[in-house]
Every structure is written in C-alpha cells, then in structure tokens.
C-alpha cells in the first residue's frame, strides 16, 4: 500500500479528481490532505469524499516542526502538491528528497516563480501571445517551480483565446495527467 498526502490551497479540484481517480485501487491510500487555509473550499471537498482534512497555519510549517511530525505519522511514498501556494520549507524537503511533486500551470521555466499561479500565469501567457502552453509536472526543490522536470503537457493558445480559455484547456491536462503521473510515480498503474 502506497500513501500520499496531498497539499491544498484552494477550491480543490485537483485534490477531488486525485481523489476519484485512486479510490478503487487497493494500492494507494489517500492518508491526508493539508491546507494553509481554513476556509478553503478543499476542506469541505474532503468532508464528503471522506478523506482526513487538517488545516495548519503560517508559524506551524515555518517556525516549528509540527506539520513535519503529522507528515511523518502518515509515512508517505509520495507528497502531492495540487493547488498549494505556500513555498516547501527546506526541513520538508530535506525529510521527503525526491517524494515531493507539484503540478504547475504552466510550461517550465516560462512563468514560473513566486507569484505565479492560476490566473496570473494564463494572463502572462495571453499578454505575451504565446502559441502554446500546457502543464508540468516536477519534483519540489528549495525554490519555486525549480524541482527537476517529470512531465510536460502541451496545449495549443490560439488568437481568440482569452485567460479563462486558456484555464479551461490546461485544467483538462491537469485532470487527465496528474493522476496518472502520480501512478507512474509511485508505480501502482
């Protein structure tokens, strides 16, 4: 049995399709999911699909070692970053080398880096006229959207496109390869 612990931030619909995805495999369990906020709407995804849920706060992941030792009572084989804004401390890091992995909205090393996330990235790609974006998919280093690269998915950015297009043709990547990815990862497919 393999566990993962997920991280999230926001609405988690990542977290919920990783979630659907896993729950008929009897060699993946779902130990967590973490949140850094405690009215994000993740949580009350997690209410009912019956997965644990803990809400930790700024000084609890920075200053002390606290979410460590909860990480550590859930022994993962991997970390699931899906949504999760907050930078990976290095005591994290240092503890789960090559177990943690981020999705990323984008395709690395465009737009990538503190302050780029969600709409703010499909803004840059649409104001830069790119023909192309997609997702990637990496492990989590000391720095933001750094980790060594697992998988990239591409997805054509026509003229007409706008942001919320363009957010709508890279979450269709997000669902159909994080998981998979995730599988491959842990080698259970």
Not at 123 to 150: L, Q, S
Request: glycine content about 4%; charged content about 25%; some cysteine.
């Amino acid at each position: 049995m393999k566990n993962i612990v997920l991280f999230a931030s926001g609405s988690g619909s990542n977290v919920e399709n990783i979630v659907r995805y896993f729950q008929d495999n009897s060699k993946i369990n779902i130990s967590a999911v973490l949140s850094n906020k405690k009215d994000a709407k993740v949580l009350d995804r997690c209410n009912n699909l019956k997965i644990n849920a803990l809400y930790f706060n700024r000084n609890a992941f920075y200053a002390t070692e606290c979410v460590l030792d909860i990480l550590k009572t859930f022994d993962p084989d991997l970390i699931v970053l899906a949504g999760f804004l907050w930078k990976i401390p290095e005591n994290l890091i240092a503890a789960f080398p090559d177990k943690i992995v981020n999705i990323h909205p984008a395709l690395l090393p465009k737009y990538g880096g503190k302050g780029m996330y969600g709409n703010n990235v499909h803004e840059a790609v649409r104001a830069n006229n790119e023909t192309e974006t997609g997702i990637t998919i990496h492990y989590v280093n000391e720095n933001y959207d750094e980790g060594a690269v697992i998988r990239q998915v591409k997805t054509s950015v026509s003229a007409d496109d706008t942001p919320e297009s363009i957010a709508r043709k890279v979450h269709e990547l997000e669902y159909e390869y994080f998981p998979k990815v995730i599988a491959q990862l842990l080698e259970v497919e």
